[in-house]
């Protein structure tokens, strides 16, 4: 089935039900800060942001990938560049702050499918992560709730197939449930 899919695979963004708390996730699960320069742009996810994490992980998506380029005029192109230099806690506090940023995010959440959880956080059962290759080919998990981007380590430059085998090795340590989604990002051909 995956031969089904358009190539190159330049991002994956995985939707999944965690099961255990991130307080037990082992050791290099964690992320760290001496990853930062390993990746082109990580940001953090805060309170603030509690339910953005699928924009997160677009943002991650997007601008880890060498090959999109993001129209500098349009909001995420000014949100880009206002923080391409920005650490990853000064990237967030530009996205808590960013008014054009949250009012294109609303417009286009309301024709979305799902509802929108406003109360609880114990309700929110999922969470969007992204998979890049970095310069160096290695596979990295980002996921802004974590201390730094995770180096998976080397696929073989297959993106699609080592974030697979990854989820797989959740699954199998029993991290996540089988209650998932995987999304590629590809170039489309015109």
Do not use: W
């Not at 995420?76 to 995010?105: M, V, W, Y």
């Not at 499918?113 to 929110?124: F, L, P």
């Not at 996540?176 to 590629?184: G, K, R, V």
Request: proline letters at 3%; hydrophobic letters at 35%.
């Amino acid at each position: 089935l995956l031969a089904f899919l358009p190539q190159p695979v330049l991002g994956v963004i995985v939707c999944y039900e965690r099961l255990i708390p991130k307080s037990s996730y082992r050791d290099q699960d964690k992320g760290s800060a001496e990853n930062y320069n390993k990746v082109h742009y990580y940001m953090h996810q805060s309170k603030v942001l509690d339910n953005a994490c699928g924009i997160v992980a677009c943002l991650h998506a997007i601008f880890n990938c060498p090959v999109i380029e993001v129209e500098k005029s349009s909001v995420l192109g000014k949100f880009q560049q206002c923080t391409i230099a920005a650490t990853p806690s000064e990237r967030c506090t530009a996205l808590e702050n960013d008014t054009d940023f949250q009012t294109i995010h609303k417009k286009h959440a309301s024709k979305g499918q799902s509802r929108e959880i406003t109360s609880g956080q114990a309700n929110v059962k999922h969470h969007f992560i992204a998979y890049t290759l970095n310069s160096e080919g290695k596979l990295v998990e980002l996921d802004g709730t974590k201390l730094g981007p995770v180096i998976v380590g080397d696929c073989g430059g297959d993106l699609l197939r080592g974030s697979i085998k990854e989820v797989m090795g959740k699954l199998e340590r029993g991290e996540i449930s089988e209650s998932l989604s995987m999304m590629t990002l590809n170039i489309t051909q015109d």
